[in-house]
Structures are given as C-alpha cells and as structure tokens.
C-alpha cells in the first residue's frame, strides 16, 4: 500500500486502474506484493521524488541563468536598443520588456 501511496500516478486513476487489472490479469493470486507491480512502480520508492524536484529545480536555476546572460549579450551587441536586442532574440519587443523586468535588467547600454 505504502508503494501505491507514494507513486505520483501521472495518468491519475485511470494508471492505477490499469496496472491492478494487469497485475490480476498476470497472476493468479489473492494478494498482490511488490514484485507483482510494474518496474517503474517499484522504482518509485519515496525519496526518488525529491530528486526529481531537484534536478527540476537545477535545471531551472541554469535555464534561467543562460536566459539571462541571452539578454544581456544581445543588449550588448544592440548597443541597448531593446528594439534591436529584441529582433536578435527573435522575440517580441513586449516579450523582451517582461524578461528584462523578470531578471531585474534595464536594459540600457549600462547593463
């Protein structure tokens, strides 16, 4: 039960429905253990999704951190006209003001 519990079920009740059928379906028996249920259930132990929501959260981290070094060197070349920098980006100017105000930049030839 504990297994069950701590798996996070992406497909929702419609996963647990269909790995207990194929279980039953696999072996003839009155209880279902562990080494009934699928690997990637078995592998779900708890704790795993901490990890998981760390390495998201690194990814993230780095994600955001290459963004930001993106604006800041297309500022750069644009000489800080946020116009240019933003058709360097191949975004739009608009776009370009939100990630500017997200990372805290001006955007000026300064920054």
Same mark, same amino acid.
């Given at each position: 039960?504990?297994?069950l519990?701590?798996? #996070?079920? %992406?497909?929702? !009740?419609r @996963? $647990?429905e269909?790995? /207990?059928?194929?279980?039953?379906?696999?072996y003839?028996? %009155? $209880?279902?253990?562990?080494?009934?249920l %699928?690997?990637?259930?078995?592998? #779900?132990? !708890?704790?795993t999704?901490?990890? /998981?929501? @760390?390495? &998201?959260?690194?990814l @993230?981290?780095?994600?955001?951190?290459? @963004? &930001?070094?993106?604006?800041?060197e297309?500022?750069?070349?644009?000489?800080?006209?946020?116009?240019?920098?933003?058709?360097i980006?191949?975004?739009?100017?608009?776009? $370009?003001?939100?990630? /500017?105000?997200?990372?805290?930049?001006?955007?000026?030839k300064? #920054?």
């Open positions: 039960m504990q297994l519990q701590s798996y #996070s079920w %992406p497909g929702n !009740v @996963e $647990l269909s790995i /207990l059928e194929r279980t039953m379906n696999i003839d028996v %009155p $209880l279902i253990f562990q080494e009934h %699928p690997t990637q259930l078995r592998c #779900s132990i !708890v704790g999704t901490n990890h /998981l929501d @760390e390495d &998201k959260r690194m @993230e981290v780095g994600l955001n951190s290459a @963004e &930001k070094d993106l604006l800041v297309a500022l750069r070349r644009a000489e800080g006209n946020k116009a240019k920098a933003a058709k980006l191949g975004i739009h100017r608009s776009a $370009l003001y939100k990630k /500017l105000a997200k990372y805290g930049l001006k955007g000026g300064s #920054s």
